[in-house]
């Protein structure tokens, strides 16, 4: 096709958005913030043993390289020039940690994903370093609790579990980095001169950064142990970082880079202090721009780094709630229970039932994150009658996700003493009017969600087309777009609302305990593991066999 029979849109950003459940790649187009055209692959979760989830940081990479050219002959099929693609950003689910060699490029171990748990024992030898056992003790210096779901804690256990990655440190051929820094070093040379970096959002989820002074901090190294060698160079979110080196984007700058939850405060424009948004994918994530100050929770929530778009611009602070399980159960009730084929069943179901009945669902399948920071716990089902069917079990999931986001808003509006008088929402599960409906019950507000609902994406690419040498995405108010919006309003009245929340609460309480870490070290929780049910057991089969043997002897 002749270049004259293109068609010409002006300056394009590409975004690679990849998340735990899918990689995506997306084009915008750079004055109307359009999307134009995007692909997605479906990532593979490893659940090796119970507790564990890990990905495979090989796939990871090549599920970008096949969006990235899909979306490319997309392009093409609809006469747009991809040499109009001037700038790629970044968006990547937070602390899920990788480790390689920068001499073969390759993984030394799967890639822990930030759901797993089996950092626990970890977590609980390190609370004994730490005076009265205090998991906030390194707060004020890194905004987070000592936890499961943080970088530092992962990389912990790898070095002290993986040979081979002791022995790459060893010989100094390791790297660390979280998968934004994995996918940049790879798309920029790999072990022929890729970049290894993160930016600090990123940077702020692995609880050995100080988010004051911008820095790595090289006590909290000491702390964990971690050999400060491996870590990635610390950039702003908005700058180049370097260029693709293979594919058909060869030669294009990287020069946005946000961790997802960034992204989506970034697409959704909440550059304001007090603007607040919730995205809902695998896990659920609400945060509230605090600005240039870093405010403190209270009240079980993060401070994190919300972005620096630039390296001479200020850098932003939120507050963030956490929730690790909402798009999940919806997976899980499709691969586990089996109780539908695809997700979107899910929708048809709890439509029909109008109602969970009574039944109640805390899906604590990784432990409870924010408010409670609870990693004993784990989920349940409560409530149940004989009346209980399918469709009111796909309602509790759903109400699920929205009881716990009510959780976080609570203790942002304490927090911040200004409550929220709307919500606005993003990500994949925001296409189920079903669930946005009951969001808008349970909280009592209006619930507000873009009609381009890929908001992830389009902050990784403001970013991206922002940056110092790009120069094609203005940030300025004034010159952003206007988003149109889908709202939702509150149809039930508020003691109806306060009702079904208190009952969610008192089957949260339930859900904790569950778990302790006194468990057997070889994981067999059989009930042959007590020794008395145990002898009773095998002396009754004993006794059954010899009844039948000496039964057949006399026929």
Known sequence: MAASDRMVLGPLVGAIDQGTSSTRFLVFNAKTAELLSHHQVEIQQKFPKEGWVEQDPKEILKSVHECVERTCEKLQQLNIDITNIKAIGVSNQRETTVVWDKTTGEPLYNAIVWLD???????????????????????????????????????????????????????????????????????????????????????????????????????????????????????????????????????VPISGCLGDQSAALVGQMCFQDGQAKNTYGTGCFLLCNTGQKSVFSEHGLLTTIAYKLGRDKPVCYALEGSVAIAGAVVRWLRDNLGIVKTSQEVEKLAAEAGTSYGCYFVPAFSGLYAPYWEPSARGIICGLTQFTNKNHIAFAALEAVCFQTREILDAINKDCGI???????????????????????????????????????????????????????????????????????????????????????????????????????????????????????????????????????GK
């Open 117 to 251: 748990l089996r950092t626990q024992s970890t977590v609980e030898r390190l609370l004994k370093r730490i005076p009265g056992k205090n998991k906030a003790f390194f707060k004020f210096r890194t905004g987070l609790p000592l936890s499961t779901y943080f970088s530092a804690v992962k990389l912990r256990w790898l070095l002290d579990n993986v040979e081979e990655i002791r022995q790459a440190v060893d010989d100094g051929r390791a790297m660390f980095g979280t998968i934004d820094s994995w996918l940049i070093w790879s798309l920029t040379g790999g072990k022929n001169g890729g970049v290894h970096c993160t930016d600090v959002t990123n940077a702020s989820r692995t609880m050995l950064f100080n988010i004051h002074s911008l820095e790595w901090d090289p006590e909290l190294c000491q702390f964990f142990d971690i050999p400060m060698e491996i870590l990635p160079k610390v950039r702003s979110s908005s700058e180049i970082y370097g260029l693709m080196k293979s594919g058909a984007l060869t030669g």
């Open 419 to 553: 409550p929220l008088n709307q919500l606005q929402v993003d990500g994949g599960m925001t296409n189920n009017k079903v669930l946005m409906q009951l969001q808008s019950d349970i909280l009592c507000i209006p619930v507000v969600k873009p009609s381009m609902p890929e908001t992830t994406a389009l902050g990784a690419a403001m970013a991206a087309g922002a940056a110092e040498g790009v120069g094609i995405w203005s940030l300025n108010p004034g010159d952003l777009t206007a988003v149109t919006c889908e709202r939702f309003e509150p149809q039930i009245n508020p003691e109806e609302s306060e009702f079904r929340y208190a009952r969610w609460k008192k089957a949260v309480m339930k859900s904790m305990g569950w778990e302790t870490s006194e468990a057997p070290s070889n994981g067999d929780t059989s009930i042959f593991c007590s020794l008395p049910l145990g002898f009773f057991i095998m002396s009754s089969m004993i006794m059954l066999i010899g009844a039948k043997y000496v039964s057949g002897a």
